[in-house]
């Protein structure tokens, strides 16, 4: 519960001072916004209004999984089926429109059903079949991708209007930063604000006390997975919807980078530390490397070395900082 | 590690779901009847380009009486080599492979070519084993046909966006040379960046949304695939078709869409049902004991707004 405590409650005075205390809490945060500098050094493109609005939009796909991921990461598990049931949810809301001739709210209600659906497959999975996480989520990542493919026949669907909307423009406003800012409040508040959310912290600080204190770790692991899939099936509306269609192939490998913007926002892979703040800023900091490298027009041989290189140097030095903090 | 009995089944059951997954994706139509089997080893089923090849290859396999096995690597070598593998022992007559991977394809034919099986590449090579026939496109001529219907399109000058494919794969590698060789002809045409989108739409979508940030000007866009060609349409909005000319290349069902909306330029067609067709007409020759070329190509051909009725039907 050690770790819980400390993750739940602002630390108390610390040695150095207010801001110094910010900086060591938000590393992600000051690594965005070095790399934002340095990117508005380089090229006079990227620090323009609608570069800026772009990178909302590609952020949200990504942000949205890892939201979603992050209630797992934080009690503990891993979902490595985001990307293959953010596909699936996309490709059943597009059938359900396409081929079942529903009506369109139908098909956006039905691919969030499908997406939350598959997360509580897996967490029941995880729960009651004693499957570690890692296992019954690769199962679903299979399952997820190979149902897409049965739906399909292969082939990409078109969506419906109301799925399309999520990826147009609210007047001036684009919708997938609406739904990116509306999907992260929700989050939050379920973190930081509910009984529930509380329990994902003391399951991924210590399982077995969490259990001993009254807490209903199986309820709480089936909600973490079930919340999971939820986030991952918008996830794959908002990224249908900017195509107009879904894609039998849409967020293949996309789970990678939702552990990795989980994780270079600050959580810990052992469980029981992670804010949906950092999450968001784990997203921008991969979307703002794509579109910087992009702008600077580098090769994309060197731009998966750099990417990774990112990764490690973000995650390293937010280890570091770790161990140099008292618990 | 010690697992109860109940546990033991649930492991079981989920690695059972697993496979299951993995092989109900994979199992093709049964062919005809026919005392000839044959095996098509599929780079991946998750792109109708290979959906199409597959029904051409069926369509010829039924013609001809050869029972046809069809399994989907899903982009994965070494699942290819194990695919590959099976084949050789379960007798099949011969082997139509679409290799994940052309070097790493090598290994995979060589138990194939050892038991004297005929093997015949479509659609991509398979580097440094003997294979009777390739298949396959002409990718280097298609990426010439696309800068001069591209460059025809802009009127012969302006600035122009590559989006690549995968680094590394010969498609890329060869349309995209194919492409810089056609438009070097073009003295006023420059073309300001390339970039890769990964042959994904969405991920086109973002790079050349990227792209068109820091080249505001440009006035062209070859993507190395239609699946890019039509991110960077969605990309462009309004201003695909009219203010940006934008080319792809495969001709896929989404792509002739395109141009029949006008958004699209032009696109290379290939002509995947016609690749399936052929290798399985080669394979027939060489079960028959006939010779065949050892490179077959097969014609691509540029589709715009004038010749895409020909291609939609």
């Known amino acids: 519960m050690n770790k819980v405590a400390t993750a739940a409650a602002p630390k108390k005075a610390r040695g ?5 205390r910010f900086l060591a809490d938000n590393g992600a945060l000051v690594g965005l916004f070095v790399l934002g500098l340095a990117l508005f050094i380089a090229t006079p493109d990227f620090l323009t209004g609608p570069n800026l609005l772009n990178i909302g939009i590609q952020a949200s796909v990504i942000a949205v999984l890892a939201f979603g991921l992050t209630f797992v990461i934080v009690a503990a598990g891993i979902d490595l089926s985001v990307g293959s049931v953010a596909a699936l949810s996309a490709m059943g809301s597009a059938w359900i429109f396409s081929e079942g001739s529903m009506p369109g709210w139908i098909a956006l209600i039905g691919g969030l059903a499908i997406g939350a659906l598959s997360g509580a497959v897996s967490g029941f999975a995880v729960a009651y079949g004693r499957l570690p996480s890692f296992i019954a989520t690769l199962a679903m990542l299979s399952i997820a991708r190979g149902l897409t493919l049965v739906i399909s026949e292969g082939r990409p669907i078109g969506t419906a209007p109301e799925v399309s909307f999520l990826g147009g423009d609210l007047g001036v406003i684009p919708m997938p930063i609406i739904v990116l800012v509306v999907a992260g409040l929700v989050a939050a508040f379920i973190l930081n604000f509910t009984v529930m959310g509380r329990y994902m912290y003391a399951v991924g600080g210590n399982k077995e006390a969490a259990r001993l204190s009254g807490v209903p770790v199986r309820k709480v692991l089936v909600t973490v997975f079930t919340l999971s899939g939820l986030f991952a099936g918008l996830a794959g509306l908002l990224l249908s919807g900017r195509l107009d269609s879904a894609q039998p192939q849409a967020a293949v490998g996309y789970e990678l980078d939702a552990i990795a913007a989980v994780v270079i926002g600050g959580a810990s892979l052992a469980g029981g530390i992670g804010r949906i703040s950092g999450t968001l800023v784990g997203a921008l900091v991969l979307v703002v490397i794509r579109n910087g490298l992009n702008l600077l027009n580098v090769s994309s041989f060197w731009q998966q070395v750099v990417i990774g290189l990112v990764i490690a140097v973000a995650v390293g030095i937010d280890s570091l900082r770790r161990k140099n903090q008292p618990h | 590690m010690k697992f109860s009995a109940p546990r033991k089944a649930a492991v079981l059951t989920m690695s059972l779901a697993l496979a299951l997954s993995a092989t109900a994706c994979n199992r093709g139509e049964e062919g005809a009847e026919g005392s000839t089997s044959a095996t098509l080893a599929l780079s991946t089923l998750n792109n109708p380009f290979f959906v199409e090849l597959r029904d051409g290859a069926e369509a010829a396999a039924e013609e001809a009486g050869i029972e046809l096995e069809v399994v989907d690597a899903q982009n994965d070598s070494a699942t290819q080599t194990n695919q590959l593998a099976t084949a050789a022992t379960s007798g099949t007559d011969g082997v139509i492979i679409n290799p994940v ?3 790493a394809a090598a ?3 060589a138990p194939l070519i050892d038991a004297d099986v005929p093997v015949v590449a479509v659609d991509r090579a ?10 396959s496109s002409d990718n280097v001529a298609g990426g010439r046909q696309a800068a001069d ?4 399109a802009m009127g012969e000058e302006g600035k122009v966006i590559v989006l690549q494919g995968v680094a590394g794969t010969s498609a890329s590698r060869d349309r995209g040379a194919g492409f810089e060789e056609g438009i070097a002809a073009y003295p006023n045409i420059e073309v300001v960046a390339k970039q890769t989108a990964n042959f994904d739409r969405a991920e086109a979508l973002n790079v050349a949304t990227n792209l068109l940030q820091a080249n505001p000007d440009v006035t062209g866009i070859f993507a ?21 000319k934008v080319v792809g290349f495969d001709g896929t069902e989404d792509g002739l869409a395109a141009i029949e909306a006008g958004t699209m330029t032009a696109t290379i067609a290939q002509q995947p049902a016609e690749l399936g067709k052929r290798s399985v007409e080669v394979l027939e020759q060489l079960l028959a004991g006939e010779t065949v070329e050892a490179t077959i190509p097969v014609p691509v051909t540029t589709v715009n707004s004038e010749n895409v009725g020909e291609f939609t039907e």
């Open chain 2, 107 to 109: 290994a995979a034919v």
């Open chain 2, 149 to 152: 219907a591209l460059a025809e």
């Open chain 2, 101 to 103: 991977d052309s070097d």
């Open chain 2, 126 to 135: 398979v580097n440094g084993a003997e294979v009777e026939s390739l298949v």
């Open chain 1, 16 to 20: 150095g001072s207010r801001i110094g």
């Open chain 2, 224 to 244: 190395e695939n239609d699946e890019m060609a039509l991110g960077a349409i969605q990309a462009l909005g309004d201003r695909a078709g009219s203010e940006v």
